[in-house]
């Protein structure tokens, strides 16, 4: 059996962890988003996987199996009422976006193998979009989880 759902699970009890009076969502938004959210197992896009993973075989033993995956999430920031010098502060959007990054890897450095549910997890690559909308700026970053593990039996 695939570790994918306990090491979803672990990474939505990470986030809340990190930061436990922001939004955290398991999978992607349904209602109405706070002024902060993380989103775990969420690409933002309906073309993109949430997950991808890879199955390998290891030695010569038939089991297990070796499950690499990349688990696919956000943290966004958006200030509406944030302004510097009477334009919108794009700024203080993107410093709090990382900060949530940060606050999240932090949390995953102590406990990279989810409760034991994997051998390894670790941030991999982020990418960051920059908006300034009619609301005011917002700042996206998507970020992947890598994951290595053994299937369970």
Partial sequence: MSTIPAALDALV???????PDVQVLD??????VRDDVIAIGYSGSPE??????TLTREQLDM????????????ASAWRGDAYRDGLP????????????????RRELAEDSRLGGAVMMARMSTLDMVADQTQAGPVCTIRFIVHVDAFTEA
């Fill in 27 to 32: 999978g992607g938004p349904t209602t109405e």
């Fill in 13 to 19: 009890a990470i986030a809340v962890r990190a930061w």
């Fill in 48 to 53: 993109e996987s949430d997950v991808r993973s």
């Fill in 63 to 74: 089991q297990p199996d070796l499950e690499r995956y990349d688990v696919m999430c956000m």
């Fill in 89 to 104: 502060d794009a700024r203080t959007t993107r410093l709090r976006a990382f900060e949530l990054v940060e606050g999240f």
